[in-house]
């Protein structure tokens, strides 16, 4: 590990320690889901699986253009969540070493985002 690396993997342990005891961290996520909604009326239906920041803004998944946050209000119950936001581990997050905005994205408590697999996906 060069020093770069020693100083993210400090600063993730410190954020790991931060997210196991600070109030700001104990999040309810069993039905913690959020709404993006592009300005075409897309939907982008997002859930937490780790309790973290997760952006105001995101991009929509049918036609890429940018979609705001419904600010964890399930406007559309109808639909099921098709990304999930997660904390990255500390080796995915020594591979965001060459996007400084994302690195400290995520050294600050932020999450990524990942599809989620449909069951029927996994099964086939
Ligand atoms: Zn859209």
Not at 56 to 72: Q, T, V
Request: charged share 30%; aromatic share 8%; proline share 4%.
């Amino acid at each position: 590990m060069n020093n770069f690396q020693q100083a993210v993997k400090k600063k993730y342990k410190q954020l790991l320690n931060k997210v196991a005891t600070s109030d700001f961290y104990k999040i309810d996520l069993t039905n913690r889901v959020n709404c993006y909604i592009c300005p075409d009326g897309h939907i982008t239906k997002t859930k937490d699986v780790d309790a973290g920041v997760t952006p105001m803004m995101h991009k929509c998944g049918i036609c890429n253009k940018y979609a705001r946050s419904s600010f964890f209000k399930d406007i559309a119950p109808e639909q099921e969540p098709v990304e999930e936001w997660y904390r990255p581990n500390l080796d995915e997050t020594l591979k965001l070493s060459n996007n400084s905005g994302l690195l400290d994205h995520v050294l600050n408590g932020g999450l990524l985002c990942r599809k989620i697999k449909r069951d029927s996906e996994i099964n086939e």
